[in-house]
């Protein structure tokens, strides 16, 4: 889908990387959030979860809306221990944005 070109662009420059293993995306989620922000996307929703002593950030959840196209962007994840990259699960309408998947 043409909607994707952001995280294409994350993906060439190696900000993004796919997990076959997991069936999931390895990167920063405020990366490929802004990466939709910059296709149209607007925020409607996003939850994070803390946990640990410091009350990191260990995971979280968010949606937007494409006023033009009015597809519903999701994007779940989970921080890897390192605090900055990220486990990422995107989708499109409800359908998974996979490494093989046409976007």
């Known amino acids: 889908m043409a909607l994707m070109n952001g995280l294409d662009g994350l993906r060439s420059y190696g ?41 990191r950030v260990a995971g979280g959840f968010w949606q937007g809306l494409h006023d033009r196209h009015g597809v519903v962007a999701s994007a779940i994840w989970v921080r890897h221990p390192d605090g900055v990259s990220a486990l990422v699960f995107i989708s499109l309408d409800g359908e998974p944005v996979t490494d093989d998947a046409r976007h």
Do not use: L
């Not at 990366?31 to 149209?40: H, N």
């Open 15 to 55: 900000r993004v990387s796919w997990d076959g293993r997991e069936r999931g995306w390895v990167g920063d989620p405020d990366e490929i959030v802004a990466a939709f922000a910059r296709e149209g996307f607007r925020e409607y929703r996003r939850e994070e979860v803390r946990s640990g002593r410091g009350r």
